[in-house]
Every structure is written in structure tokens, then in C-alpha cells.
């Protein structure tokens, strides 16, 4: 795979480089709640328009349906991407139309551009391979080089992913080959013992996962919604906790699996109940009660993992040489149920070994919790395609930037 300081040595100035980056940012309304993802291609975007560079950059943001949406909308990235870079950058207001066309047209040797988002487009998206490199065809049209920068992205098979780099001379830049060097250390020759902590809300996206791991990982620990699944195979009694039932035979499965490969998988001993899911916007006390685990009512709700559990868990990363984290142990949003994804975070800090938070949530988490992002050995962009990358599959954004 190219990186982009093969690009810079080959001389990029006064070249148009489509930079394919993940913009995808939380908004509130126009404010940007979390501009993590923005400042991991701050470096490549720099670089690249020191070198004299035409920069165009361009991303997808949310959910839209093919069709341009102001609740969507970019702007507000281009806007937080030139203060970061202390320079005006420009921002056209369609994608492969005449104001990326002009806006892209009107650069200057050193500059920065942003295109509207990517999926106001439907061939973005399109699962016909036509359509979809009929638009990959107009966005190579805006570019001489292209660098695919997007982590957040690389396991969608989208035009601007996948299809672009065939149709450009194509390099990786410095956020995907970090994020690939680090994923590499959880895959091969990984240092033990190697801890993984997963959380979220469905054990039905972390099962392939769990599935790849148990041949792989030395303990697997499980707190969030999903726990209450495992739980419940168990035979415990979980009340009104989220549940998925129609998973219950794979995580038994994989509860016996286990157990005959000698991978500690280790639940919750207690937990935080109340009788229903917390006010999220007025962050109105809950008043949560901490229980057994096997002793939840019928009538309660499991919301994060208890005191309990949060020291076994602590005491469980204390020795580890390597640790994944994927997915807050508790709603974490909600000052009362925080403490949960507090204690894993925190025992990431005080292990010994190399962390790594797989992006999604737990990125979110450490910032909004107030840790220090440098504290640990690398905070993922990426949440998805890191959990797809260590299930062993193939991302169409990674193999199209191969040579």
C-alpha cells in the first residue's frame, strides 16, 4: 500500500489531491459536539496543502437519503477544518455540480476545498456497480491524485471508497496507515495477555467478532446493553433489560466455546437498575439501585455495570500486555450511569500495556468523560471498521488502495 509520504516525495504541487476523509461529526443543530475526526486528517490535509497542493476534500455525514438535506450538511466541518488550520477554506455547495466544479476550479496552489456531502449523491451509495462508478467517474473528474484518508469508512463499499482509487493515482495517508499499523498489532504477534472489553447496546454487532476472538484473546470482557443477553443465557433473570433473544443460542454457543479454549469471558457480578431508560436531555436524576446479577427484578432495567464488576473488571486489565475497547459498559451519556465506562477507562490508563479504544462510542466516551486522549496508545476513528478488520474481513477501502 502507497502512503502519502511516497506522494509527497514524488512532488504534489499545483496537483488537484481528492482526499477522501470522515467528516462525519456529531452535530447539534450547526455545532459540532465532537470534532475528533475532524483534527485525525488535520495532519494529511496540511501536508498535503503545504506541499502546494490543490486539496479537495470530501465526506459523507449521517444518514441522508440520496438527496441534498440541510440537517446534513458539511458546512459546519469546513468551517471547524479552517479554524484547525488556521486558513480560509473553501466550501462548494453540491458535490460534482457546478459549485464543485467552479469551488475546486478557483484553488490556488496550497489551498483547501470541501465538498457537500458525499451521500446527498445516491451513486455514493448505490449498490449497482454502474451507478456507482458513474459517480466515482464525475468526482475523478474534480482530481489528479487521490488519498484515502476515511478509517470511518473503508468497510463500505461506496463510490468515493472504493470506487474512486481505481480511476486516480491513489496512496494511503497518515491516519488509515496508523490506524492499519495499530489494528496489525491486535491481529499478529500480539503481545499477551491480550485483554478485550466490549460493550454497546446489541451482542448482534459484536458477534462476529466474540466469534474471531475466542481463538484469539486471553479474556473477553462483556458489560453494556449485550451483557444482559449473556446474562440471560446464564439463566439469570434480567427484567425489562434490553435483550435479543433470537441471539441467545450464539451466545450460549459461544459462553461453552469459552470455556473449552480457555478464554476467560467474564460478565458482570452486579448491576445499576432502575425502572426505566434516563432522561438523556434534561440529565434529570435517576436514582439508580445497584443489585446482583443474578438477582435483577422483574420489573427493572439494567443500565450500567455495578461497583462490583467495575473492580473485577479493573483487576482484569491490571496485567494485560495488549487491550481492545469497544463499546461503553453502561449509557454513559447520563451522569448516573457513567461510572461503569469511567472504571474501564480509566483501568485502560493504568495498564501496563498497549491500549487501544476501537472508536464509536468509547471514542466518544473518553472525550466527553474528560480523559486525556494521549493517555492511551491510540484512540480509533473508526469503530466499525476496526471491529471488521479484527473479524478477519476483507474492507473494500483498504484493498482498493493496495497497488
Do not use: C
Not at 101 to 116: H, Y
Not at 156 to 162: E, F, G, T
Amino acid at each position: 500500500m502507497k502512503t502519502i509520504d511516497a506522494l509527497l516525495s514524488e512532488g504534489v504541487a499545483g496537483k488537484r489531491v481528492f482526499v477522501r476523509a470522515d467528516l462525519n461529526v456529531p452535530l447539534d443543530g450547526t455545532a459540532i459536539t465532537d470534532d475528533g475526526r475532524i483534527r485525525a486528517v488535520l495532519p494529511t490535509v496540511k501536508a498535503l496543502a503545504d506541499a502546494g497542493a490543490r486539496v479537495v476534500v470530501a465526506s459523507h455525514l449521517g444518514r441522508p437519503k440520496g438527496a441534498p438535506d440541510p440537517a446534513f450538511s458539511l458546512a459546519p466541518a469546513a468551517a471547524r477544518l479552517g479554524e484547525l488550520l488556521g486558513a480560509d477554506v473553501a466550501f462548494a455547495t453540491d458535490t460534482v455540480g457546478d459549485s464543485a466544479t467552479a469551488t475546486v476550479a478557483g484553488l490556488a496552489d496550497g489551498q483547501v476545498a470541501v465538498l457537500e456531502n458525499l451521500r446527498f449523491n445516491a451513486g455514493e451509495t448505490a449498490k449497482d456497480d454502474a451507478e456507482r462508478g458513474a459517480f466515482a467517474d464525475r468526482l475523478a473528474a474534480l482530481a489528479d491524485l487521490y488519498v484515502g484518508d476515511g478509517f470511518g469508512a473503508v468497510h463500505r463499499k461506496h463510490a468515493s471508497v472504493y470506487d474512486l482509487p481505481a480511476r486516480l493515482p491513489h496512496a494511503a495517508g497518515f491516519l488509515i496507515a496508523t490506524e492499519v499499523g495499530v489494528l496489525k498489532k491486535l491481529t499478529a504477534d500480539v503481545k499477551r495477555p491480550y485483554v478485550v472489553a466490549l460493550g454497546g447496546a446489541k451482542v448482534s454487532d459484536k458477534l462476529a467478532v466474540i466469534d474471531e476472538l475466542l481463538g484469539k484473546a486471553d479474556r473477553i470482557l462483556i458489560g453494556g446493553g449485550m451483557a444482559y443477553t449473556f446474562l440471560k443465557a446464564k439463566g439469570y433473570e434480567i427484567g425489562t433489560s434490553l435483550l435479543q433473544e433470537d441471539q441467545l443460542p450464539a451466545v450460549t454457543e459461544y459462553l461453552e466455546r469459552a470455556e473449552k479454549n480457555g478464554v476467560e469471558l467474564v460478565l458482570p457480578v452486579d448491576t445499576l437498575v432502575a425502572e426505566g431508560f434516563p432522561d438523556l436531555k434534561t440529565k434529570a436524576p435517576a436514582h439508580p439501585a445497584t443489585v446482583a446479577a443474578d438477582a435483577i427484578p422483574a420489573d427493572r432495567q439494567g443500565l450500567d455495570i455495578g461497583p462490583e464488576t467495575r473492580t473485577l473488571y479493573a483487576s482484569k486489565l491490571a496485567d494485560a500486555a495488549t487491550v481492545f475497547w469497544n463499546g461503553p459498559m453502561g449509557v454513559f451519556e447520563h451522569p448516573d450511569y457513567a461510572e461503569g465506562t469511567k472504571a474501564v477507562a480509566q483501568a485502560l490508563l493504568d495498564s501496563p500495556g498497549y491500549t487501544v479504544v476501537g472508536g464509536g462510542d468509547s471514542a466518544a466516551a473518553v472525550r466527553i468523560l474528560g480523559f486525556d486522549e494521549k493517555a492511551f496508545g491510540h484512540i480509533s476513528t473508526g469503530g466499525g471498521a476496526s471491529l471488521e478488520y479484527l473479524e478477519g474481513k476483507t474492507l473494500p477501502g483498504l484493498a482498493a488502495l493496495e497497488d
